[in-house]
């Protein structure tokens, strides 16, 4: 976050507040998200397109109710993958018709809900699911605006993008084949669905725009496609989510106007050239808003070294509150934050607390040669895919989210406890 600054006595402030304080009144493990550093990231993804786009924050990098009402308040639209996920959109009073429902498996539950709830679009993600939505919706006697997923053929990850014929995945349906414009013949001739445009997602973490010029250039010629076949220029195109942030000082994130001058030329061109009108364009970030916003805040038990291979530090959370270093191999920084030390860097491993020798926070870091326990040490950018990635593994207690802002500090999402963990076990 940006309010970061030193205290006299060494220790890190976050909007005016002490780490230690913050510890000491919220415990650790536990995440501190700056509010109006997501607001402000909101507002940027708004204007970034001067209103030519909409922008969906994806909930799966992290959701709450009060990150449902912040978003409703900064203009932002809503994009869920789960009938717990709407929920907490409806309940936060996020209006429906600002909610994208995605998912390549949604239950007919999940389905019957949205529809009735009004949610602005639905993304169809298979053959099946066409006939599935616009039953439901026919049964509530509604026409249901949809989207169809398509994959494109390009995977992009990091700093890498691969177009080929890659379609060996579960999302989607593919270009290649015809499979595409098949999709929307089935949707157009169906009274349940309105078909509103096409949806495609390309990957997450993504720093080079190339792989978005190829999905966007392939999108396109579908449109093209569809007017020559059937006559109608389908309103909008959905470009996804998957724009990086900088988890380490390697990473060099696009910032959200140079990702919207690009997209919107990359389309405005490829639609100049096909002759079609310039269809509404959303995207759909999630990392990059919410990724840099808050940190962890940890405390140290044991430091172990172990001579001449390596110091473990092992701090109170783990893979339980962090699973992507474990799961993808992810990089991450970490600082002592409690005090300042003049101790020469040591390269270390700060691991968790769990049963498992895969439980590494940060698998290669440098902290002081005197880090010892009843240290807090904080690792940055956890606010995407951590929290809403957690686990109760080893019956581990999820870490609370505390939201920062101008000098206070609250609970949005309070830290688990024993009771809860025992609530759910009747046996
Ligand atoms: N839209 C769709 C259709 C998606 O599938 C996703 C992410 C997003 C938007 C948002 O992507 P973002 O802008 O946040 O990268 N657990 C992984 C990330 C999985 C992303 C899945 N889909 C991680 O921790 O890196």
């Given at each position: ?8 006595e060494g220790?890190?402030?976050v ?22 550093d ?7 993804w ?18 709450s109710?009060?990150?449902v009402?912040?978003l ?11 009938g ?10 996020m ?36 006939v ?5 919706a ?8 949809v ?15 691969i ?6 995945q579960k999302?989607?349906?593919?270009l290649a ?22 949806h495609?997602?390309?990957g ?8 978005f010029?190829?999905s966007?250039r392939?999108?396109v010629?579908?449109l093209?496609e569809?007017r ?9 195109i ?12 390697d ?5 959200p ?15 100049r050239a096909?002759?079609?009108a ?11 808003i919410?990724?840099p ?5 940890y ?10 291979l390596?110091t ?8 339980s ?17 409690s ?14 607390k769990?049963?498992?020798s ?10 002081p ?6 240290d ?13 990635m957690?686990s ?22 309070r ?13």
């Amino acid at each position: 976050a940006r309010t970061v600054t030193r205290t006299e006595e060494g220790s890190v402030s976050v909007s005016g507040l002490d780490v230690r304080a913050l510890a000491e009144e919220f415990g650790t493990p536990a995440y501190f998200l700056d509010e109006s550093d997501f607001r402000a990231r909101c507002r940027a993804w708004h204007e970034a397109f001067g209103g030519a786009a909409d922008v969906f924050y994806a909930g799966k990098a992290f959701l709450s109710r009060a990150i449902v009402r912040w978003l409703h308040e900064e203009g932002l639209n809503l994009d869920v993958c789960s009938g717990g996920e709407l929920t907490t959109a409806l309940a936060a009073g996020m209006p429906a018709e600002r909610i994208a429902f995605h998912g390549n498996n949604k239950t007919a539950e999940e389905i019957h809900r949205a529809i009735e709830a009004g949610v602005g679009r639905i993304v169809l993600d298979s053959f099946q699911e066409i006939v599935r939505v616009a039953h439901i919706a026919q049964e509530l006697g509604k026409r249901q605006p949809v989207q169809i997923r398509v994959t494109v053929g390009v995977e992009a990850h990091t700093h890498e993008f691969i177009a080929t014929a890659h379609e060996d995945q579960k999302f989607g349906i593919g270009l290649a084949g015809g499979q595409a414009a098949e999709a929307v013949r089935r949707v157009l001739k169906l009274d349940g669905l309105e078909l509103i445009g096409i949806h495609s997602h390309i990957g997450s973490q993504i720093f080079d725009m190339a792989g978005f010029e190829v999905s966007a250039r392939r999108v396109v010629q579908l449109l093209a496609e569809v007017r020559d076949e059937h006559g109608v220029e389908l309103p909008e195109i959905d470009l996804g989510g998957g724009l990086g942030i900088a988890y380490t000082s390697d990473d060099d994130p696009c910032e959200p106007r140079e990702i919207a001058t690009s997209l919107t030329s990359i389309v405005t061109r490829e639609c100049r050239a096909a002759g079609l009108a310039v269809p509404r364009i959303s995207v759909e970030p999630g990392r990059a808003i919410v990724g840099p916003t808050a940190f962890t805040l940890y405390e140290v038990g044991t430091v172990k070294e172990l001579d001449g291979l390596r110091t473990y530090v092992s701090v109170d959370g783990g893979m339980s509150d962090n699973i992507r270093t474990a799961l993808y191999d992810a990089e991450y920084s970490v600082s002592l934050v409690s005090r300042s030390s003049s101790a020469e860097p040591m390269l270390v491993r700060v691991v968790g607390k769990h049963c498992e020798s895969g439980d590494i926070v940060v698998r290669d870091a440098f902290l002081p040669a005197d880090i010892a326990s009843g240290d807090l040490i904080a690792v940055p950018a956890t606010g995407a895919y951590c929290r809403s990635m957690a686990s109760n593994y080893n019956h581990a207690l999820r870490p609370p989210v505390v939201a920062v802002n101008d000098g206070s500090a609250r609970v949005i999402v309070r830290r688990e406890t024993e009771e809860d963990l025992l609530r759910l076990d009747v046996g």
